[in-house]
């Protein structure tokens, strides 16, 4: 292998053609690559190496540790840089402080690359096709000992490319001179013409299948038989034949009738063909016999084929003179057409059944004078005299001894023009249709790819979107850039479903059109499955922006307050009921606080309900300043207002204390007068504050308990808030209960662990997640949605959470040793999470249980993804770097926004049990699955499904492709002895089952 100095003198073109030649690209993995690549990632300690070959617009890997890519784009490659450096190795001690890799995608972002060393592999026409390269996520020192093994080892790799390819091509060369000789042997054997093969003394030494056929000879005969001595060649004239081409040395062939052997006399014509050729220093004579009979025997079979063919057509068919117009010849079908016999046609003349009058008969034939075959449409005659408009295909040709004939197949078309003419109305009255209808109607298709087009739209189109239907047809980018941005992802996932279940697409959205603005839009369409793999659309799309405005109009009438512009009542009421499910869904607290003016009756009293009006529409301005976007204020009536508020911590401390933070906030906002008319008025308010969570009470309590304390409020001295005290004291006293009894729980040992199995739908165990319980001196049994808020609270979470991970870890431990495979998932709060020491306290836990971190998941909620996203990310990646697995607990009940799955090292997704309870009647829940486990699919992560109770569940979660069930259908929650006992039971019984054999 040559040494070059200046690595910058080889030619693209010439590299890029050897690279070719060397057919390694886009090849499978090889376990020689990969073993130089492991064995510089051992040499030099770092954590990622690479055979990377850089194709004209790519860098491809052969081999990589260490990282799963598989290709760069060329532009961002170390490499490209590294087989341009003058000298042999190029070395990047940290790319931050490089100026040439500082914004680089590799570095910026995963891998995160901060060292680079890599050697250029150069071939033997000193061409370097890429480099072995090894890298860290850290700077490094790279010094001339460790060059010089890394090009030690670049020099193996060009020389495994370079014996590869030469195993490449000698193999292909082998194969090729394989499949000649077969080919050669397959002739011989497969051929219908006889190959026989006779040495000097005339003796036959080879012969194939056919000869045996043809002569009617077993092979033992014919190998007997010697060309000198068989009577029936001599007096056919072969032997002569045979002897002058060995004499000559030239091909010789001939034509005769023989037997087909000495012990068969039946007559055969066969075609002979002699040849000779060297073997060694012999010569050796070629026979080819052709069976000419059996060849004629097929012409004779041929020709009946040809009139069994010609009189089952379906079309008639006249065949005749072109220079008389008499027909000698008519199928069947031409017969029983025009109504006459087969032998009647046969008599009768072109006049006789063509329209003379017809003009076209005189063009027809002229063009197939000129052109010598035409098709075309003429009248022609039936005996009874009625005409007919038949189609037609005549054509001239020649007959075996020369002479012209014509040929002219029919059919009666009458029906069938008759029908295109109904059709051809159809299609007017349709097109006049979609012309005048109010809206549009539309054929939408999409492609497999995604590309999606109109291939029809009637001219409402213009008016709908503002584009015409010929742009439509090929591109729906202007369609897109008209639905508003806050509607378009609601309208293709409405398509994307409708293409997935082949359900009609039904949806109403808002577009922007140049010309009239926002405009509300009702489309409906039916889908139909192409056997392309596309989607084709029929359907409808109808401005509705008036009939929006109008219920608009409507709504506002009926839940909006029409002087002060609140919420109402009724929309009150509802917006409180779903906030009370939502508490049952999630876990969130939430409160409502009555607010009623003091004395306000004296205002109407003295300066008249206008006037009271007006100071009305100003407290509510002012209270609206004190919401967030998420609460709301309403008017009840009168001087009373209600504020709802959602999302509040999950203990009832901490919404009371958020509650009446609220509560001050609106006395503070009221104390400064109300000027109305350049009159001021002292306003104050009494508040009464209801806390409701876990979905209970119901709308009507959580009322009433909010103005049972308001009126406290106003006994008390008003301009005061008040809390509805009997709840509140009751939640308050156990609270500070369980918060002092979960400080000494684990000392006191009173926590245990129960396991619950998660399980496959045909019943088989994967794993377990492992819960958390209390047994309590005094109350008992506590529900871990009651004390795990309190230690999240009061910190108690973090000890407790590392002595859960702990007998997590020693489970898994005991089932391997047991060789068992179910993994084990243990919950994680955020304020683990956020504790300094986590990440070393699961490595110590990890390494001093022996449990294997590949079966550990830990599942977090979504509410983790509201904090810090970076260092999240960051948390998440050192635990999968320790091999433990992330699931998502409770999806699809917290934080909305997705974009965390694209960025995290997720790997499993657990359903919330909302979703599954009424599986699979509730077709809202059922839709909400299906769309998780669509994303989960395409996302290839793992699904759980909670809460699953039934067989109806399992089936219709089965049929989904949910591959993972947890819940008492299958099992309770066990004390974890128990769980670990029955799983290292139910192992060691498989194992000892006796096995089938066949």
Known sequence: MPEHDNMADWNEEARLAELHDLRILDSDPEAAFDEITSIASIVFGMPISFVSLLDASRQWFKSAQGCDLRETPREIAFCDAAIRQISDVMVVHDAHDDSRFQQNPLVVSDPRVRFYAGAPLITRKGNPLGTLCVLDTEPREFGAAEQRILRLLANQVIRLIEYRNLSVRLLAAQQTASAQRSLVEAIAHHTTSGIAMYNEDGDCILLNQAMRRITGGTEVELLAQNIHHIASWRESGIYDCAMLCLRTGQPQAMSATVRRSTFNTLDRRLHVNFSTFKDGDLDRLIMVLIDVSEVEHSRERAYRMQVGLIDHMLDGLLMGSPRTGEFFLANPAAAHCLGYERAELNRMRREDIFDVSDVRLARLLRDRNVSGGVRGQLRMRRRDGSLFEAEVASAIFESMDGTPVSSTVFRDVTQRDALQRALSEQSALLRNLAQHVPGMLYQYKRDPDGKSCFPFSSDGIERIYGVSSEEARHDTSRIRERILPEDLDAVLQNIRISAETLRPWQLEYRVRLPASGVRWLRGEAQPQALEDGSVLWHGYIQDITERKQAEERTRSLAYYDTLTGLPNRALLMDRLRMAITQTARVRVSGAVLFVDLDRFKQINDARGHAQGDKVLVQVAQRLGTAMRDADTVARLGGDEFVILLGDLSPSAGGAAAQALDVATLVLTLLSSPIEVEHVSYAVSASIGISIFANGAPSVDEVLTQADIAMYRAKAAGRNRTALFELAMQGEAQRTLLLDHGLRQALERQELRIEIQSQTSPDGRVTGGECLLRWDHPQLGAVEPSKFIPIAEDNGSIVPIGAWVLEQACAVLATLTRAGCEQSMSVNISVKQLQDEDFLPMVREILQRTGAPPERLVFEVTESLFIH???????????????????????????????????????????????????????????????????????????????????????????????????????????????????????????????????
Do not use: N
Not at 903 to 915: A, G, N, T, V, Y
């Open 868 to 998: 810090d996203l970076e260092v999240t990310c960051s948390l998440l990646t050192a635990l999968t770097h320790m091999g433990i697995q992330i699931s998502i607990d409770d999806f699809g009940t917290g934080y909305s926004s997705l974009r965390y799955l694209q960025r995290l090292p997720i790997s499993e997704l657990k359903i919330d049990r909302s979703f599954v309870d009424d599986l699979p009647d509730d077709e809202g829940d059922a839709t909400i699955v299906r769309m998780i486990v669509a994303m989960a699919r395409q996302l290839g992560l793992r699904l759980v499904a909670e809460g699953v109770e039934t067989r109806s569940q399992v089936e219709w979660l089965q049929s989904v492709g949910c591959e993972s069930m947890q819940g008492w259908h299958f099992s309770r929650s066990t004390p974890m002895e128990h769980w670990l006992r029955g799983r290292i039971d139910v192992d060691r019984a498989s194992a000892a089952a006796p096995r089938a054999t066949a």
